[in-house]
């Protein structure tokens, strides 16, 4: 009786490593569509190399769709804000002279976590890119508000950085967005 079981054992054994091969195999070239979805996403952008950084940033972008990775995107775009929000505070403290452009700034940061990025986020998910692609448009265009106020007040800003990923994010996340169109 034992020997029946062993030769059982013999014959699936190849059937198992086989299946077990074949899923791999599906699993690796399904990983590397989803990269290649994502690099030729990236190619289209007015910064690859900003996108890339943006998208593997986050291990949901290897199995999202074009909408899922413009998600990823918006996220990212918002994750930026809420960052540069925590800089202005920090600033605040440390430099109360530029305290009213820094107030301009937080306005306008404001705008793109709690309105922006919100309506581009919906809109996305409800299927109409036109509007999440507006809501990106916005979040550059407010970080090159933020970057002026400062000259507007006599100051060199100690912002131009973030405000300059800020811009170049938004327009990647755009792009991608446009995309969807």
Avoid: W
Avoid at 132 to 150: H, K, L
């Amino acid at each position: 009786m034992e020997s029946r079981n062993t030769n059982k054992m013999k014959i699936s054994s190849p059937l198992t490593i086989l299946f077990l091969l074949f899923l791999l195999q599906q699993t690796l070239l399904s990983a590397m569509a989803d990269i290649q979805l994502i690099k030729n996403t990236c190619k289209g952008t007015p910064s690859p190399d900003l996108c890339l950084k943006i998208l593997l940033a986050e291990p949901k972008s290897q199995n999202a769709d074009l909408t899922g990775l413009a998600l990823i995107g918006v996220d990212a775009v918002n994750n930026k804000g809420l960052e540069i929000l925590k800089q202005i505070v920090d600033l605040k403290k440390s430099r109360p002279e530029l305290r009213p452009a820094l107030d301009q700034c937080a306005e306008v940061y404001h705008a793109v976590v709690e309105a922006d990025v919100p309506s581009s986020r919906d809109a996305l998910r409800g299927g109409m890119p036109k509007f999440a692609e507006d809501g990106m448009a916005d979040s550059a265009v407010e970080a090159q508000v933020c970057e002026r106020r400062f000259g507007e007040h006599g100051h060199a800003s100690p912002m131009t950085g973030s405000n300059n990923v800020m811009h170049d994010a938004a327009n990647v996340v755009r792009a991608i967005i446009r995309m969807l169109l």
